[in-house]
């Protein structure tokens, strides 16, 4: 049961991560340019700021979801 449900959330997190790069890529993948986290006027984070860490945050949550489910399933076996 358990499983399923975190199985369900990964797939959920993995489109929304898919949805989120799609719809903000810029389309200069091969451009190398950085990939740090700017400010504008004030300090106050940017569109561009909040997406990255967005995408950050979703892709760390992927990951460990991963890894739970990998847990998960080898001790079901």
Do not use: E, H, P
Request: glycine share 16%; charged share 15%; net charge positive.
């Amino acid at each position: 049961m358990t499983y399923n449900v975190l199985l369900g959330v990964a797939a959920l997190v993995a489109v929304a991560m898919s949805v989120l790069i799609f719809f903000t890529g810029k389309g200069d993948a091969m451009s190398g340019g950085g990939g740090g986290v700017r400010t504008t006027f004030k300090g106050k984070a940017s569109f561009d700021d909040q997406m990255y860490r967005i995408t950050l945050g979703l892709g760390a949550g992927f990951m460990v979801l991963m890894i739970v489910l990998d847990i998960l399933s080898s001790k079901t076996q």
